[in-house]
């Protein structure tokens, strides 16, 4: 490795150390993640300390462009910043899908004013964005998609609707799929938009689950006007757009693996806690399991780290984010199985008066890694993609 990148390294130790509190160096709870949006919140000085002096360093968006906000470091410094908060456990600084998925797409087909009108806001945590592509009869196959987006002078009017939308409710902007084009094959009359959540006609509807947390919603478009520079890339020709911040997205939701994120139960803790000593075959069968299941949670994290890497580097990466997507999703929903075997009944608690807090919490958790199997794709869909994009088999007669 060359002195050059081990002194960026030294030096990015050495400004997280001095600017990371030893409070932002923790697990991060649920009720403490930081959204960025126009109506931030902070549960705590040190959050907003460390929010200001990560977003002032430009490291919200760190291998972005300096000019659109982003921190200006090339691939491999990227990578150094990344592995260095890692090592010190840093929560990250805030959550923003925008960064996340939309920006990328931006980078690569939005024009340059909106570039710099949408990019530096998302870069500083200014907005807050939601994601609308799936509908009620467009899931799986998401080109049968029906909201429609109509000409009228310099607007598109967006009619239809839009469901499973993650904090829809609390969102600022969202990324939308709509047709343009009804005449033409569905994947061919698809656009994508940006539009203010807060223009007249939107009505954003939460959604229960069994698991007693949802940041779905169903949003609601009557008459929703969008100005025509909202269009990102050509008309009629968002489909091309979709597939890339899909690629994104299945990159971002990886990133729910790290455990400061709130999908995080620490398995081999739990394990210590709940089965000491296995005596039993039985035992010794479900800690076998519970090892396993770590095992697998370590080479995932290690190939998670090599697709960054090869993202990083503009390599092909494709394939392993659909592969990768898979695995954590089913990963996840293994993980939380062994977690209520190890704890029995008091991993299903619905009430604090006669469990704790986090066997509650451990309680919808587990229902809720239901979802993730479905959530950014299926799974079957992606064993689909990967039978076809990654595999190379005909499809079906």
Not at 59 to 83: M, R
Not at 196 to 218: E, N
Request: glycine fraction near 8%.
């Amino acid at each position: 490795m060359s002195s050059t990148i081990e002194q960026f390294r030294e030096e990015t130790r050495a400004w997280l150390e001095a600017n990371c509190p030893a409070s932002m160096r923790t697990p991060m709870p649920e009720d403490e993640l930081i959204w960025g949006g126009r109506e931030i919140q902070f549960k705590s000085d040190d959050q907003r300390l460390w929010f200001e002096r990560m977003r002032d360093k430009g490291w919200f968006a760190p291998d972005w462009p300096t000019e659109y906000g982003g921190g200006g470091l090339d691939p491999e410094q990227a990578a150094v910043l990344s592995s260095e908060m890692r090592r010190l456990g840093c929560r990250p600084p805030q959550i923003n899908l925008g960064i996340w998925m939309l920006g990328p797409v931006l980078l690569e087909f939005g024009s340059e004013e909106q570039k710099r009108e949408l990019l530096p806001p998302m870069a500083r945590g200014e907005t807050r964005w939601c994601q609308g592509f799936s509908e009620p009869n467009a899931g799986s196959d998401l080109a049968s998609l029906r909201t429609s987006a109509r000409e009228d002078g310099d607007d598109f009017v967006v009619n239809g609707t839009k469901i499973w939308t993650s904090y829809g409710n609390k969102s600022d902007w969202m990324y939308a799929l709509v047709r343009t084009g009804p005449q033409q094959p569905k994947h061919a009359g698809i656009s994508l938009l940006v539009l203010d959540m807060k223009s007249p006609g939107v009505t954003a509807t939460p959604i229960d689950l069994i698991s007693g947390k949802s940041s779905f919603c169903q949003v609601f478009f009557d008459e929703v006007r969008v100005p025509k520079r909202n269009l990102i890339g050509p008309l009629n020709g968002g489909w091309t757009l979709a597939k890339a911040l899909l690629q994104h997205e299945r990159k971002a939701m990886s990133k729910f693996s790290e455990s400061a994120l709130p999908t995080h139960f620490d398995l081999a803790a739990h394990l210590h806690e709940y089965l000491p000593e296995p005596a039993s075959t039985g035992e010794i069968a479900l800690h076998q399991r519970a090892v396993a299941c770590l095992m697998d949670e370590h080479a995932f994290r290690l190939t998670n780290r090599r697709m960054l890497e090869g993202m990083r580097a503009r390599e092909d990466m494709s394939g392993v984010m659909a592969i990768s997507k898979l695995v954590h999703s089913e990963q996840e929903r293994d993980k939380f199985e062994i977690l209520l075997d190890l704890m029995g009944h008091r991993g299903l608690g619905f009430s604090t008066q006669a469990h704790r807090e986090r066997e509650v919490a451990m309680t919808g958790a587990w229902l809720a890694s239901f979802a993730q199997t479905i959530a950014g794709g299926s799974s079957e869909v992606q064993l689909n993609v990967i039978a076809k994009r990654v595999l190379g088999l005909p499809d079906s007669k």
